[in-house]
């Protein structure tokens, strides 16, 4: 009976530890991003170190869009209003239009939708180092030629670990991209 009592206990803390398992955990990973230097709205030089020990989200526009970008940086907005009270997460909205979205361009289109805030940066810059980021590292885009992106919301970890894909056509992908993020923040990794 002693044996029995003791097999239940262990039963319990394995089932208690499983419970409590770190829902970031069962996220996937994507790959990393990496160091990148792009120009802000402002025209000032941004250090994608300022995102370290952030959860981030982001996503690709372009300011003479037509319909996509607009709803999408409403979203964007949205969301941040969200969580504006942590301080431990980052927006991120990369231009794919980098010849004409110059930065008072970039800054003109922003404001039009709550932003820049110290949470929410407006990047523009090399060509080449937008296509980078867009094609290879977020898998969201094409700049060459075609300037193509997608309409998705992509989130980071606080170790630079692309963590999800969220529709942002789909009401169930923007909650399900707080949850992710309100889990990604609670995390250790």
């Known amino acids: 009976m002693k044996q029995n009592g003791i097999a239940l206990i262990g039963i319990l803390l394995v ?8 829902p970031a955990s069962k996220l996937p990973s994507y790959g990393a991003v990496p160091h990148f230097t792009l120009t802000d709205s402002y025209g000032q030089p941004f250090d994608s170190n300022a995102l370290e020990g952030k959860v981030w989200v982001v996503n690709f526009i372009y300011t003479n869009c037509p319909g996509a970008c607009p709803r999408m940086t409403s979203q964007m907005h949205k969301v941040e209003q969200k969580v504006a009270k942590d301080d431990d997460v980052r927006f991120v909205s990369f231009s794919v239009d980098p010849a004409r979205d110059t930065p008072p361009v970039l800054n003109d289109f922003a404001q039009r939708f709550g932003g820049p805030t110290p949470h929410w ?7 080449a180092t937008l296509h ?4 290879n590292v977020f898998m ?6 075609v300037m193509d992106h997608s309409t998705k919301f992509v989130v980071v970890d606080k170790t630079g670990q692309i963590r999800g894909f969220y529709s942002t056509f789909d009401p169930e992908g923007i909650a399900s991209l707080l949850k992710d993020v309100n889990a990604l923040r609670r995390s250790h990794a």
């Open 121 to 127: 940066y407006f990047l523009t810059g090399a060509p």
């Open 140 to 145: 969201v885009g094409d700049l060459i030629g």
């Open 132 to 135: 980078k980021l867009a094609r």
């Open 15 to 22: 089932l208690t530890a499983v419970s409590c398992a770190d």
